[in-house]
T-cell receptor, first 115, second 111 residues
């Protein structure tokens, strides 16, 4: 176990709805990254938060947003859900920036299904 | 076009045998290259992290190599076990915040 937890494990939403996914980082980690993983594909980088500020974003529209809290837990919010948003959403925490040589610890993911 | 390409897409090996997975990348320069193991329905787990100046790194029965000149990396699994059945993902760090993931190689180990 990595010490990174995510909730919920699974959820089903309807197109157009909004969803909030949660991640609890490993103790002491100041960086959290979020990824979207479609079936049979590698994870795609959504964004990274470092000390409560977003400091990098992948090719995802503004309806994907996030928050990181002082206790380093974080949220991923997705508005106006589309069918293509169906995927496994992973969060990963680390002691420093994800692109530097810091070990990233992934949570088990949240499986989102949009109908 | 993906900046990280992995081959083969999948492979089947017998328990106890060795195998090698390939990763070709186009990202340049880069900070580090990683290999992850991902069990079905779980988050990836780190196997190795190499900076561009490192040529090889081992983690138990897993050995990763890196050739920065040819932009190739490989992951060698020695004496495979049933628990090695998983997807193996090659990841290249593009900058301080962005990692580019390959699609992965699915390894199935059979008794």
């Amino acid at each position: 176990e990595t010490g990174v937890t995510q909730s919920p494990t699974h959820l089903i939403k309807t197109r157009g709805q909004q969803v909030t996914l949660r991640c609890s980082s490993q103790s002491g980690h100041n960086t959290v990254s979020w990824y979207q993983q479609a079936l049979g594909q590698g994870p795609q980088f959504i964004f990274q938060y470092y000390r409560e500020e977003e400091n990098g974003r992948g090719n995802f529209p503004p309806r994907f947003s996030g928050l990181q809290f002082p206790n380093y837990s974080s949220e991923l919010n997705v508005n106006a859900l589309e069918l293509d948003d169906s995927a496994l959403y992973l969060c990963a925490s680390s002691f420093g920036l994800a692109g530097a040589s810091y070990e990233q610890y992934f949570g088990p993911g949240t499986r989102l299904t949009v109908t | 076009k993906n900046q990280v390409e992995q081959s083969p897409q999948s492979l089947i090996i017998l328990e106890g045998k060795n195998c090698t997975l390939q990763c070709n990348y186009t990202v340049s320069p880069f900070s580090n290259l990683r290999w992850y193991k991902q069990d079905t329905g779980r988050g990836p787990v780190s196997l190795t992290i190499m900076t561009f100046s490192e040529n090889t790194k081992s983690n138990g029965r897993y050995t990763a190599t890196l050739d920065a000149d040819t932009k190739q990396s490989s992951l060698h699994i020695t004496a495979s076990q049933l628990s090695d059945s998983a997807s193996y993902i090659c990841v290249v760090s593009i900058n301080d915040y962005k990692l580019s993931f390959g699609a992965g190689t699915t390894v199935t180990v059979r008794a």
